[in-house]
């Protein structure tokens, strides 16, 4: 028994015994609420059944002629930064302009009304979804190339084909920033 | 797996130097704080701890400002490098160190509108080095592979008994054709474009290999029971993150970190050449 790790702790080290014991609360907190509380991480990448959603992607033409394309797995956190955001603001655009996540955050903050302080803190600013395609500009041109002047965001619809590969259907124009 | 590689000094030099690595790395991609141009879209998510980062005002001065922002990466900067020369001598350059990389993290996640866990492992492991004493560094540095550990087998609990998507055939295929599409379409001479198509059309082959994934991740729960399998742990994350790198489209090698906890440790430094003295080496210890 005294071989158990947290025995161990127990015996040793018993700050570090609470926070251990902290920890493991906040694990099973978030594992009954679905609601994570870092560094207690829970793992629930690609736990979800079903089809793929993925029916469109956005793509950045720089300057009306090249095509962006930040293709490289190791280039994830630029990319991401591009296109991740650039997915939350259409997100947001089809929600008149507002964090697409607080309707269910508020709906989080009434069925435990101890988060309604901290969410008093959260949530865009009035100018913060105006200021997006400007910032993107910027971005791009500090993290690509400064010669950008110009992008041009669409979207691509795409089906898959009876071998299930992609097949693009058609393209729309959503933003133009220069 | 009974000669010692590491001990306190050495797991310090290992941990902060790979952290410089992630720096750098960071900044080839342009995501340091100050690359981030003042970012102005944020998600909070459902992260009480990052409703408390927005809460305490972090963001004002450290992103929204120019300054702050390069302010603060000079002190993720210096704060490392630091580390790396002291082997984490200074407590109070350890806690700088990591609170900035705790910071950082839930800066990019928020700022990129993503929770990623490519960096949590960088969110905590500094704070090992807090301790000095080597019994109690011992110990914490076994809670670190613990979490370690944690990590993987917590994903593969979710996919085989919560989410259940292990049992689900076209999983393989679905995951594949939700990260590459994009890829396909745009990348059709690339020499990986015809590996995807591939394994898209035989959902068979795609998800043995999933299965084979979960499995993977699920094989960490060993090193719950016993340490004598950490030499071959070691290498299933690394195993783990490759073949993510090239069909799921992500990068996780920040995360390989946590696998530092997986080399054979000991309390004391061996550079006398005598036996270590405090507790026993890692392999005699079980969970």
Not at chain 1, 7 to 12: K, Q
Not at chain 1, 50 to 62: A, H, R
Not at chain 2, 18 to 33: I, M, N
Not at chain 2, 187 to 209: C, D, K, Q, W
Request: glycine content about 6%.
């Amino acid at each position: 028994m005294r071989k158990l790790y947290l025995v161990r702790c127990f015996y040793n080290n018993k700050i570090f015994f609470a926070l251990l014991i902290i920890f493991i609360a906040a694990v099973c907190y978030g594992h009954k609420t679905n609601l994570p509380i870092t560094p207690a991480f829970i793992s629930n990448v690609y736990i979800l059944k079903g089809d793929t959603k993925k029916d469109s992607f956005l793509f950045i033409t720089v300057n009306g002629t090249t095509l962006l394309n930040l293709h490289h797995t190791f280039d994830e956190p630029r990319r991401m930064m591009i296109y991740s955001t650039l997915e939350t603001y259409r997100q947001a655009a089809l929600n008149g302009g507002t964090d697409p996540e607080l309707a269910l955050i508020d709906r989080t903050v009434k069925k435990h009304p101890f988060l309604h302080g901290l969410r008093q803190a959260i949530g865009w600013k009035a100018g913060n979804y105006d200021h997006y395609l400007p910032w993107l500009l910027k971005y791009i041109r500090a993290s690509v190339s400064d010669s950008v002047k110009r992008l041009d965001v669409g979207v691509a619809y795409i089906h898959y084909n009876d071998r299930n590969l992609p097949v693009t259907d058609s393209t729309k124009p959503l933003y133009h920033i220069e | 797996m009974n000669k010692a590689v590491l001990d306190r000094e050495k797991a310090a030099r290992l941990t902060f130097g790979f952290a410089f690595l992630v720096l750098a790395y960071r900044w080839f991609t342009h995501s340091l704080v100050y690359q981030l141009q003042q970012p102005v879209l944020y998600e909070s998510g459902f992260d009480y701890t990052y409703w408390v980062y927005h809460f305490i005002r972090f963001p004002e001065v450290f992103v929204d400002n120019k300054w702050g922002a390069r302010i603060f990466d000079i002190v993720l900067l210096i704060s490392t490098g630091y580390n790396i020369i002291t082997a984490a001598a200074n407590r109070m350059s350890v806690l700088i160190c990591a609170v900035a990389w705790t910071f950082y993290g839930i800066t990019y996640n928020s700022y990129v509108c993503h929770f990623t866990y490519a960096i949590s492992g960088l969110m905590l492991l500094p704070y090992v080095f807090l301790v000095k004493k080597k019994e109690n560094f011992s110990l914490i540095w076994e809670g670190a592979r613990y979490f370690c550990l944690y990590v993987y087998a917590d994903a593969f609990i979710h996919k085989a008994f919560i989410g259940r998507n292990l049992y689900y055939f076209p999983m393989g295929v679905e995951i594949i054709k939700t990260n590459q599409a994009q890829f396909l379409l745009q990348n059709p001479r690339s020499i990986l474009s015809p590996v995807y198509s591939f394994f898209i059309t035989h959902p068979g082959l795609s998800y043995a290999g999933f299965v084979w994934m979960v499995l993977l991740q699920g094989s960490m729960i060993i090193g719950f029971f016993t340490k004598k399998w950490d030499k071959f742990l070691f290498w299933v994350p690394v195993l783990f993150h490759a073949i993510n790198y090239f069909f799921v489209d992500v990068f996780f090698f920040e995360l390989l970190v946590l696998n530092l906890t997986l080399l054979p440790f000991q309390a004391g430094s061996n550079r006398s050449g005598r036996p270590a003295t405090g507790p026993s080496t890692y392999s005699r210890h079980t969970a």
